[in-house]
């Protein structure tokens, strides 16, 4: 039997063919909306005095009165090992890693920690609204595995991978080249494209991974030409040099990367802020994405991403929250944060459609997701937030004075956090945390 049932409220969200370049003028409002969904995928959205016609009689409406319903938030890069370490003080990235990181992510060899961990984190990323995230696991092979049944347990889009680490990281994380090919085959085999789980190759960095790993990681990367690949890329000048160092015969960062093949469609790259004119345009022509994490450049005082330039190259952006280097699991908070570093460069400043294009439509097509998630098309898995414009005094006395649909979403970006979340439904199903 199928279940249908109707969502009643405003809704918004990117047509089908949206991008960055024309954000502001590829979306759909509808102030008295309907999205209507059977099975866990989109039938339809559109003005609900016209779509409630269509529906059966019996069809379960929910009304949601003035929140607004949009689709589920994407963030491209976390560390799901590392919830347990954010708001480290002190250090910048090479010493934060040492100090606060590696300790918190060798707990994960303990697989009670890993579940409970892996629980924690997933949870927090739907009771802030993001339905699917692009996750950094540790190296531990029955950590991911753990982390993938808690994301298969919640029906998650979710992607992710075991770290891989073959140097410069404590005893308890550190792989070798054979074990990290093995092990993420096994991940592989059993995860990759399960019901809404799919892998992503992930070594860690540069600094962390001997060229023997790196070619590792290529050849995974060859025999599985569909997986996703994920890593991080130019955080930090002090990373910067040491990568220089460690791989002379390089052209720069990125190019130590695409030497094993690593780049294209399915790439991401975290971080992305120290790149040359060159690692743009190549990042451009081979389709990989830059995941802009602010949150987190602010906070380890790493830069501040040049969203104008990496526009103006073609660059495919997407947004992320680097948990634990971001400070918060907000994609809200993180375009708060995204347009202050824009607003410091003072260049092109980020607007409030296309920062809510980065987290929706566009995270999706950065993930070559756009297929299956990021809008309500017919045939869209169902996964959307319910959010609360007036969650807050502060937010309900600003939204006041509040004249367009640009200003109500620049200042619910600029004002709300998780308490804006008023639900989150993940393939037609509110998620209720345990
Ligand atoms: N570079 C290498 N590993 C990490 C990590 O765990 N977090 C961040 N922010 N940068 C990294
Ligand atoms: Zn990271």
Redesign the pocket.
């Known amino acids: 039997m199928t279940t249908v049932t109707a969502h009643r409220g405003a809704i918004f969200h990117y047509k089908d063919d949206a991008n960055l370049q024309n954000a502001a003028d590829s979306y759909e409002y509808f102030e008295d909306g309907m999205l209507i969904i059977e099975d866990g995928k989109v039938v339809a959205a559109g003005e609900a005095p016209k779509l409630i016609e269509t529906l059966a009689d019996g069809t379960t409406i929910i009304d949601h009165g003035d929140q607004l319903i949009m689709p589920g938030f994407i963030d491209t890069h976390a ?1 799901s090992p ?1 919830a347990g370490a954010i708001a480290g003080y002190g250090e910048q ?1 090479l010493e934060w ?1 040492k100090g606060y ?1 590696f300790p918190s992510e060798e707990k994960f060899s303990d697989p009670v920690h890993a579940r409970t961990g892996a629980a924690f984190f997933l949870d927090e990323l739907l009771r802030n609204g993001t339905t699917t995230a692009s996750l ?1 696991s540790s190296s531990h092979k029955e950590a991911t595995d753990i982390l993938f049944q808690e994301a298969e347990a919640r029906n998650m889009r979710i992607i992710a991978g075991k770290s891989l680490s073959d140097r410069d990281v404590p005893e308890g994380l550190r792989d070798t080249p054979d074990s990290a090919y093995e092990d993420s085959k096994e991940l592989i085999e059993k995860w990759n494209g399960k019901g809404r789980l799919l892998y992503a190759i992930t070594p ?2 540069a600094p ?1 991974s001997t060229k023997e790993e790196l070619e590792v990681a290529g050849r995974l990367k060859r025999e599985y030409p569909d997986l996703y690949m994920q890593t ?1 890329l130019a ?1 930090n000048l002090h990373e910067v040099e040491l990568v220089k160092s460690l791989f002379p015969e390089s052209k720069d960062y990125l190019d130590v990367y695409d030497h094993y093949g690593l780049l294209g469609k399915r790439t991401i790259f ?2 992305s802020v120290h790149l040359s004119d060159r690692e743009f345009e190549r990042i451009a022509e081979t389709g990989s994405v830059a995941s802009w994490c602010p949150t ?1 450049n602010f906070f ?1 005082g790493s830069g501040i991403f040049d969203y104008a330039r990496a526009k103006r190259m073609n660059a495919m952006i997407a947004m992320g929250t ?1 948990i634990g ?1 971001g400070t918060s699991f907000s994609m809200l908070v993180t375009l708060s944060e995204a347009y202050k570093g824009t607003a410091i460069r003072a260049e092109t400043k980020l607007s409030a459609f296309d920062a809510f294009y980065l987290i929706t439509y566009g995270g999706a097509r950065a993930l070559s997701l756009e297929n299956s998630i990021g809008n309500f098309s017919p045939g869209k898995e169902a996964d959307f937030v319910v959010l609360d414009l007036e969650s807050t005094p502060l937010l309900r006395y600003r939204m006041e004075y509040t004249k367009t649909l640009a200003e109500r979403l620049f200042v619910l970006m600029t004002l709300g956090d998780d308490r804006a979340v008023a639900k989150t439904y993940v393939a037609g199903l509110e998620h209720v945390s345990k």
Request: proline content about 0%; glycine content about 12%.
């Open positions: 560390h590392q990235l890693l990181i950094y860690r960095f962390t991080h955080e975290g971080h987190s380890l680097d280097g």
